[in-house]
């Protein structure tokens, strides 16, 4: 295999609060092929927003500690200058945010806004930054672009700000784009325009592309590989095929069962029972052992590794060797 | 026919052959303000008088031909009406609409000066505080609010007091008492624009601190400021009149509408109309300011 995109190791995020000290991202280790799309998912707080926020190094420095490493492209991206980072960022990487509608500023015109960030990343004159901006504004297919350009934000239906931040992020041409959630705000039948816009794009350009989600089922939609990530550490890793059919880790197991998809009226939904844990305060052992339909004593003893379980897929969990192929 | 849509012919047409829908050219959010102010009656005629006091005392030597610091001790207080005379004479026969326009600039200049220095300066230091955050944010704010424990006239009169009359000075004091409240304003303006997505998105394409809050937090925090600083002119104008009324401010023979009520309080039970008409004009300008302030923030708060 040639040498992947991006590398994570022994990612670690701390914030320190009143309260004391937050451990976000737990030591994630992590890789990405060119031109690949991983999916990330678990529930909120699992430290999937985070991970996202640090490989794109805006984690406010003052309050954050990281550790670890994340090399793009050969390059240690934790050790870059605040001038190589200005460029790293929105350059190299860009990033789709959750709520389309907070993440445009309301005072500027969408075409502004793209303009603005492609000047910062390389273009020469203004008309060709803007000319750009509609090349790309036409890519995402928003109808009537030329007009749509000189629309505020709020003037644009939820759908269409999205795809014109998606426009915003692919505007500079990167390497990688993280995608935090950005379906999560939207209608659902908007949800799949997107999905389906962002596939499209991702194919025709080529970036390698991040996507966290909590829905399984957009995960399964646009993912090469699945990472699950739980209380800040990824559970369970593999080819999106292999984690969606055979999941491994009973985490995994328990996010699949938990839809209303099938389920009739007044039938019991499957879900995993309790909260995630406090992160301020993690359990011994396996994270996930109090929530854990198949924990034993054992569970709490260490933090499981993740290990190779099956041709291409990786699993955290000390049951799973125990009870062969199927966890839960 | 109203639910009919209005570019449709009437027949039923296939969509494919619609003419395509022609958005209006996108409005900007000044010029939406500004049509919405537009259509406030009380904020137009505030306006629109505020536009006319403003002008005719910048443009005092070419509406009268007197001078206003020579008058004539044989016209003393000529009631209103007077032939050459529109509105009179004061206490030693000088015009008084000359002296009312002159005047304006004098209270003008007062008014405006102070807080546009105070958002100068207020607004730098709030929006470096709010940006900023963590400690620099408190000793800018605790030093705002040591000033803010004195009641604002009173410090702006122990300022010019031990400085000394003179317009320069009152200005001085004026802009010391104005910083604080524009600290404040700024400051919870751009800690609120600070915690948006937008700001982080801005970071996440590359942006560094400087162009964020030049553009991104100024952009934002600008109108709330402006609205903030048109009722800070209506306070300003009235305190710089007082400082005059004491005597800290504008000095004989300056005409000044503070200044003019003080020399024309001994005519108050000859000519009660004449030593009134500073007082009317200060009173015109300041709740215009108000009012037309309170329409601004109307006319944002849409959208």
């Not at chain 1, 109808?143 to 934000?153: E, H, L």
């Not at chain 2, 610091?69 to 015009?95: F, M």
Request: proline content about 5%; overall charge positive; some cysteine.
């Amino acid at each position: 295999m040639s040498t992947p995109l991006l590398k994570v190791a022994d990612l670690t995020v701390r914030f320190r609060t009143e309260k004391g000290t937050i451990a976000a991202v737990n030591g994630i280790n992590l890789e990405l092929q060119r031109g690949q799309v991983l999916g990330v998912i678990g529930e909120s707080g699992s430290g999937k927003s985070v991970t996202l926020r640090a490989l794109l190094g805006i984690l406010p420095p003052r309050k954050t500690q990281i550790s670890g490493a994340i090399t793009l492209d050969g390059r240690n991206v934790l050790s870059l200058t605040k001038r190589e980072l200005s460029k790293y960022r929105g350059g190299e990487v860009s990033m789709i945010f959750q709520e389309p509608a907070t993440a445009l500023d309301p005072v500027f015109t969408i075409g502004q806004q793209i303009t603005e960030t492609v000047m910062r990343h390389g273009a020469t004159t203004k008309a060709k930054a803007r000319a750009r901006a509609l090349e790309m504004l036409d890519l995402v297919k928003i109808p009537d672009a030329r007009s749509r350009i000189d629309n505020y934000p709020h003037e644009l239906s939820g759908g269409m700000r999205q795809r014109a931040m998606i426009a915003l992020a692919l505007s500079t041409g990167p390497k990688l784009l993280l995608a935090d959630e950005p379906t999560t705000a939207l209608d659902a039948t908007v949800q799949i325009q997107v999905i389906l816009l962002l596939r499209e794009l991702q194919r025709e350009l080529g970036m390698a592309t991040i996507f966290v989600t909590h829905d399984v089922g957009v995960a399964a939609e646009i993912s090469d590989r699945i990472a699950v990530m739980y209380a800040g550490r990824i559970v369970e890793t593999g080819t999106a095929s292999d984690v969606l059919k055979t999941p491994r880790h009973p985490y995994t197991n328990g996010l699949l069962t938990s839809t209303v998809i099938g389920a009739r009226r007044g039938e019991t939904i499957d879900c995993i029972a309790g909260m995630p844990p406090d992160l301020a305060a993690m359990p011994q052992g396996c994270a996930f052992a109090p929530r854990c339909p198949l924990a034993t004593t054992e569970c709490t003893a260490a933090v499981p590794m993740l290990k190779k379980s099956g041709a291409d897929q990786f699993v955290a969990c000390i049951r799973q060797e125990a009870d062969g192929r199927h966890a839960a | 026919m109203s639910i009919v849509n209005s570019e449709g012919p009437q027949t039923a047409t296939p969509i494919s052959s619609l003419p395509v829908t022609v958005m209006p050219r996108s409005v900007g959010y000044w010029q939406s303000v500004w049509q919405r102010l537009c259509k406030d009656k009380v904020s137009m005629i505030c306006l629109i008088s505020l536009i006319l006091i403003i002008c005719a005392s910048f443009a005092a030597p070419l509406l009268t031909s007197y001078d206003p610091a020579i008058g004539s001790v044989i016209k003393r207080l000529k009631p209103v009406g007077t032939e050459g005379h529109i509105l009179g004479t004061d206490e030693l026969g000088r015009d008084m609409l000359t002296r009312l326009l002159y005047g304006g600039r004098t209270s003008l200049i007062m008014g405006f000066v102070p807080v546009f220095l105070a958002l100068l300066i207020g607004g730098s230091l709030g929006t470096f505080a709010g940006f900023v955050g963590g400690r620099v944010n408190a000793i800018i704010m605790r030093t705002a609010d040591v000033l803010f424990a004195f009641p604002s006239v009173l410090l702006a009169v122990a300022i010019a007091g031990a400085l000394g009359a003179g317009v320069g000075n009152a200005l001085v004091a004026l802009t010391i008492v104005l910083v604080p409240p524009m600290i404040r304003i700024t400051e919870s303006a751009t800690t609120q624009v600070r915690a948006l997505d937008f700001v982080e998105a801005a970071r996440a394409s590359g942006a560094g601190n400087l162009t964020i809050i030049r553009v991104h937090v100024l952009g934002n925090i600008l109108g709330p400021v402006l609205v903030y600083a048109t009722s800070l002119l209506s306070v300003a104008i009235i305190m710089a009149a007082g400082l005059s009324f004491i005597g800290l401010g504008a000095k004989p023979p300056t005409a000044e509408w503070g200044l003019m009520l003080n020399t024309l309080r001994a005519a108050i039970y000859s000519q009660p109309l004449i030593a009134a008409l500073p007082g009317v004009f200060i009173f015109i300008v300041s709740l215009s300011f108000n009012m037309l302030s309170d329409g601004l923030r109307s006319a944002m708060e849409v959208s």
